[in-house]
């Protein structure tokens, strides 16, 4: 079982950059693929970039999302990164974090992820 925990949200001015983080706990978090996923105020629940274990952990996005976003994921620290770069009120959301056990999915699809955290909210004020 492994457990997720996002942090980093908050409150944060158009224009601004942030970064969230998601520490895992238990499971083999090397060689998972992690997703980030985020929720906008009545709208479904979409993917953002993930990040599998393919060589120099390779990552991917939603094509709305390129240049937008950046992951990264520290295996020392079993903790993976989402930064987020000229933050606009769209982007305002509970920003998840979940885990794949198939360490080699490019994967956007949230069934295939079998671990979630419970999500930390980013609110772009104008």
Known sequence: QVHLVESG????????SLRLSCAAAGGTFSTMTLGWFRQAPGKEREFVAGVNTWHRRSAY?????RGHFATFRDDDK???YLYIDSLKPE??????CAADD???SQSQYGGDFG???????????S
């Open 91 to 96: 982007d305002t959301a509970v920003y998840y």
């Open 61 to 65: 996005f939603a094509d709305s999302m």
């Open 9 to 16: 949200g908050g409150l944060v001015q158009a224009g601004d």
């Open 115 to 125: 671990y979630w955290g419970q999500g930390t909210r980013v609110t772009v004020s």
């Open 102 to 104: 198939n360490g080699n």
């Open 78 to 80: 079993n903790t993976v």
